[in-house]
């Protein structure tokens, strides 16, 4: 028996088809189903969502593996900065800025738009000392 599968929208409670695999867990469902849903509140929660995983995308091509070898920054401090984008994205943080030796800050804020700003800003001090 094959059973299309379907679950119901987090906001609205609309049942909404689910197309492809049908091997996911309930919240995944769930999740899908609110992916999908064109209520208002869905369609809020995915512009939020869609943000986050851009700045999460952001953070790896500016510090993490999506970044030329010799920008790329440690695995721990990249994922401070993935942390970050966690924590601007659920509400409890405005801005975060690391300065790393030599010269790297990077920042992850918010602006009044809700949009999440990934920066890499580089200073380089050129000084010969005889
Ligand atoms: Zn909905």
Known sequence: M???PTAACRFCGQMIQL???CELTQPQAEEKATMTCRCA???EYQKKKNRK???LKNVSTLFGE???PERRISEGITNILRESVEEIYSGELAKVT???RGGVKASISQNSKGEINVERT??????LTE
Not at 122 to 127: D, I, L, N, P, S
């Open 122 to 127: 580089e200073t380089r001090k050129q000084k």
């Open 53 to 55: 995983e851009n700045a």
């Open 41 to 43: 509140e869905a369609v």
């Open 19 to 21: 197309d492809g695999d």
């Open 98 to 100: 690391l300065n790393l």
């Open 2 to 4: 094959k059973v299309i």
């Open 66 to 68: 999506n970044a030329v």
